[in-house]
């Protein structure tokens, strides 16, 4: 009896442990939201001006958000792209993300070390929201660098991890309180840890892109068909979008 | 015996369901010393309202809270002050980033507002600067920080510690020691 009672109290104790570590895992954006397609971040063509690689960290910012080590490889497909362009007209509500190495809107600054304000405004059917825009401002009053850069790192944070973690709110999370995670609120100068999502974090965006709250084309780790693959419903490709005509439908 | 294991267990349930995750963005903590010093006024008030609406530009949606200074524990203040946050929602479009200050109409407060070089008047470090004013089960006024889940970084990017809930007295006592060190000019509305 002495043992039964020791074994039930021991499945308790890790059966609660278990559901805290649940609890205590990633955190999505209250209300969820997500957007309807991947959207492609444009990254000022500026540079920031502490970064002293070869384009202020452009190139190195652009490749971290495209990196399946980041969002595209947690197994929900392409769910975020970059490319360098002109970021004068930021503004939110145009349906356009932007990132930003400065703060033009000026709602950054002081003890504000980036920030990510999303746009959303309708509600689908399953109670998410539809995000129409995403910016990132970033606060010029502290130092950057990144893995180009070749006078290494000195007490600056890496900009490649900074903004994959902000990409990470921009596609609808919020910070989880898994130490070593990306969306962890912390990271120290000159570690570049974040640039790669770890497995919360991949749970985190798959739980709002993986069959059900929008988002996503191919690519990524998922191995159904890619965007533009032929398929017959749904479940075949990594989207779960198959559209077009009967006998010529493909993934989206 | 069964009985100290199974509360024991109850309490590591307990302290690990309370470990609910954070939800914040990325700000740097501030000291004590340069939350007053980069304040112009540190107030205690009370939101009467708040009113969001989109830039001249039209390029971010702010929020202002009016707020009706009911006490001005250093620096200058009028009796009516308009706080702005970034955030907010005009007609169905909403715009937010999480750990950003949110005000609610009625809300007692505790403010370290300044004014911005765009003139309008916003809080020191963002939540960092602000405190809802609770009154206990025992009519003690608690100042409870407005960080709420939010968590801070120290300058070389670690976690912060948190900011307690103390007595409104003793958080008004310790701003007016360092205060005394501290010139500010007055801030308008």
């Not at chain 1, 969820?32 to 063509?45: E, K």
């Not at chain 1, 191995?223 to 077009?244: M, Y």
């Not at chain 2, 707020?67 to 907010?88: E, K, S």
Request: aromatic share 6%; proline share 4%; hydrophobic share 35%.
């Amino acid at each position: 009896m002495n043992k039964l009672r020791l074994t039930t109290l021991a499945f308790l104790v890790i059966g609660v442990l278990l559901a805290a570590s649940a609890l205590t895992a990633y955190v999505l954006l209250d209300p969820p939201r997500t957007w309807d397609s991947a959207p492609t971040y444009i990254v000022d063509q500026n540079g920031s001006a502490t970064i002293t690689d070869s384009d202020g960290g452009v190139s190195a910012t652009v490749a971290a958000i495209e990196s399946n080590k980041a969002w595209n490889g947690a197994g929900s497909g392409t769910v975020i792209h970059a490319r360098s362009g002109n970021t004068n007209n930021i503004q939110l509500g145009d349906g356009t993300p932007m990132l930003r190495f400065d703060d033009p809107l000026h709602v950054c600054s002081g003890s504000c070390l980036a920030a990510t304000f999303t746009g959303y405004y309708s509600q689908r059917n399953d109670g998410t929201w539809r995000i129409d825009d995403a910016d990132i401002v970033t606060n010029t009053r502290y130092d950057y660098t990144t893995t180009n850069e070749p006078d290494g790192c000195s007490g600056e944070f890496y900009i490649e991890g900074i903004m994959v973690h902000e990409t990470g709110h921009g596609l609808g999370l919020a910070h989880s309180n898994v130490s070593g995670s990306t969306m962890y609120p912390s990271v120290s100068s000159c570690d570049n840890g974040p640039a790669t999502i770890a497995n919360d974090d991949a749970s985190g965006l798959n739980a709002l892109y993986s069959g059900g709250g929008g988002g996503g084309g191919g690519g990524g780790s998922c191995t159904l068909g890619q965007k533009g693959d032929t398929c017959s419903v749904d479940a075949d490709c990594c989207s779960n979008k198959c559209r077009g005509p009967n006998g010529s439908k493909s993934c989206k | 015996m069964k009985r100290t294991l199974l509360i024991g267990a109850l309490l590591v349930a307990l302290a690990a369901t309370v470990a609910i995750p954070a939800r914040a963005s990325t700000f740097v903590a501030m000291s004590d010393q340069e939350l007053v010093a980069q304040s112009d006024a540190i107030v205690v008030g009370e939101v009467l309202e708040t009113f969001s609406y989109w830039n001249d530009a039209h390029t971010m949606i702010f929020t202002e809270a009016v707020v009706n200074v009911q006490r001005v524990v250093a620096g200058d203040a009028p009796a009516l002050i308009n706080v702005r946050t970034a955030g907010g929602v005009v007609g169905s479009y909403k715009v937010e980033a999480s750990g950003f200050p949110i005000f609610r109409q009625g809300q007692r407060q505790l403010l370290f507002v300044h004014r911005s070089a765009a003139g309008t008047v916003e809080l020191t470090g963002y939540r960092q600067g602000q405190f809802f004013v609770q009154r206990t089960a025992e009519g003690r006024e608690m100042a409870v920080p407005a960080l709420g889940n939010v968590r801070l970084l120290t300058r070389t990017g670690e976690l912060a510690p948190r900011p307690r809930t103390v007595p409104l007295e003793s958080l008004i006592s310790a701003v007016q020691t360092i205060n005394d060190r501290v010139q500010r000019g007055p801030i308008t509305k």
